[in-house]
């Protein structure tokens, strides 16, 4: 191996100087794929999880600083609770400082309504692991597009309702069944009806639970690239689930005008960490994990569906029995 | 709008900072955790100092010496280097053509070549295809630039550089570059570019434009692309101008500065490949030339995409009716084979039987002598035991008489002795 000097110190835009014979600008790639990111722009597809009344919309809303919510997009509809498990998406254009991102909000009306709630999983286990399929689908066309457009759900956020003691038992079905295919993360929604003694316990006890049930939620450990990576996620799995107030309205405090949930008692100020642990979750899915959130589902998900989907005999065509040896006998050939 | 991102979203204005403006900088940094990789090809004769543009280029001393002239045939060497800038990890291959042009019949050159962009190719989409893979982690070996090196002639391309080219195109992107330009004069240089560009034009080779859809580059690079092909000059020996040290060449009439845009295109040539264009290098031979080789070996094994009104056709079903086929002709050569080796065990067999008949009638023959023989001896030992009792008839029939005889005689015999004593 061999190693280039160390470059001068170069001001972005200088035309580099003659003298500096040691520069080759290697590094310059990195400018490079910054700029390719600019022009493509980013998807991203995150499903929310929970009974009716938990504040989903409004989070989603609060989150992205904008209407993103199926609710604000259709205001009129009357809004009953389905009899079924329904899923809704609702895709939004959204730019910050040139960057340009389609998000798609994922919502699931009647999930946990029901007075029989067996089995509410399905519809949503299915429409993951049907992004999963059509991506697959369109990655083994021979004549395939450019981008694959990327409708796999990244991230599913469940609301947990502030009850203060456990998890309930459809919470855990729902979590065991779907930490497998998609990225969990788990929120105590409306979490200004617990103190913060009463959020802490909570937590904890959320924390043993899912341990107890062998639950994995996002930030996986099994999936922590490196010693820095686990000390950052080891961070974040302490504090899981957040505790989270949403809010589209503003008010004035102390002379700003900041988002909240006004009461007669005060003003929960919802990107406050004192107030609520609103700003660790944007920060956690928006602004430092959301690439590795993407890449977990890309490399790890998805691709444990498609070694499942490419092994096990097609449904629809029935097939003889040697099929199962020859596909062994593929997987070892390829 | 977005780009590529489909239809039905709605643009959505921000009341509020989100963060997703940070997603480039996420991007980033997770590839530069894991490194990157540039694999160049080198293509052209023996001595047009290939190996040392690569070392000017990148500005380190690669292992290597001069290749001699006379190979057999055109092969392919490839090295790899971990090089570091600031905290950028590039992992580069150099690969070089070994022997091009020195052989005298040069029509199979460029057959080596095409097969090993396409072996890289083919080792890509094998990892792709694979059931369990593990393609964020795979060393891509796929060549992103070919720099073919043009003799410096000054008059016009040469045929095997345009045979060469023509089949290349389709399958790499070609950076042609004039190498040791500092042979030729600056008025013979530009017309001899010119001459290269319409006899490239002409024959329809498609060389690599830089990408001018992108504004912040748009400029530079349609600028550059008016200047291919580069005129380079190489060299890794340093010469003191002035008060500093250059990279350069030194003849007694002039020292040629590599890193003087008025002496050569190198800087260009570095702008053009590293600075500005590394990325869609990279970019361009995964979504246009790998997508192209894909689509043509897939379609050869005789894969297709139905129409969308059909279901498609899932490409794990089209495999296993085309593994259904092989393992059928596995079957039958194997059956082919079992005929084949029951056909010889059968003749075999029948040479033993023919051998064993044989023997058998050896067998009774001997035992028909065997028998005859003992018929002859026992008819013998009948005439024998005849003879035998003939003589013992005779014998007791002698005795008998000899009684008869003696008792008549024993009469005389005592008449006789009767007469003695009388």
Redesign the interface.
Known sequence: TSTVGRPQPQAKGEKTPISDTSYVGIDAILEQMRRKAMKQGFEFNVMVVGQSGLGKSTLMNTLFKSKVSRKSVQPNVEERIPKTVEIKSVSHDVEEKGVRMKLTVIDTPGFGDQINNENCWQPIMKFINDQYEAYLQEEININRKKRIPDTRVHCCIYFIPPTGHCLRPLDVEFMRHLSKVVNIVPVIAKADTLTLEERDSFKKTIREELRANGIDVYPQKEFDEDAEDRMINDKIREMIPFAVVGSDQEYQVNGKRILGRKTKWGTIEVENIAHCEFAYLRDLLIRTHMQNIKDITCSIHYETYRVRRLNESNPATPQPNGVAAQHEALSHEM | ??????E??????????????????????????HG?CFNILCVGETGLGKSTLMDT??????EGEPTQHNQPGVTLKSNT????????R?KLTVVNTVGFGDQINKEDSYKSIVEFIDAQFEAYL?EE?????T??SYHDTRIHACLYFIAPTGHSLKSLDLVTMKKLDSKVNIIPIIAKSDAISKSELAKFKIKITSELVSNGVQIYQFPTD?E??AEINSTMNSHLPFAVVGSTE?VKIGN????ARQYPWGTVQV??ETHCDF?KL??ML???????LR?QTH?RHY?LY??CK??EMG???TDPDS??F????T??AK??EF?GELQKKEEEMRQMFVQRVKEKEAELKEAEKELHEKFDRLKKLHQDEKKKLEEKKKSLDDEVNTFKQKKTAAELLQNQAQQAGGSTTLKRDKERKN
């Open positions: 709008m977005v780009e590529g991102m489909g039905g979203a709605r643009g959505v204005p921000l009341s509020g900072h989100v963060g997703f403006d940070s997603m480039p900088d996420q991007l980033v940094n997770k590839s530069v955790n990157f280029l990148f500005n380190t001393k690669f280097y971990e090089l570091q800038e600031s905290n950028v590039l094998q295809l694979k059931i369990k893979r393609l964020h992108d912040s580059v340093e500093k040290m250059v990279k890193e003087n800087v570095r702008e590293i600075r500005v264009n590394m990325e869609d970019e979504t997508e894909r689509r897939l379609e894969f297709k995409d279901k498609p899932s490409l794990q079903e495999y296993e593994r259904n393992m």
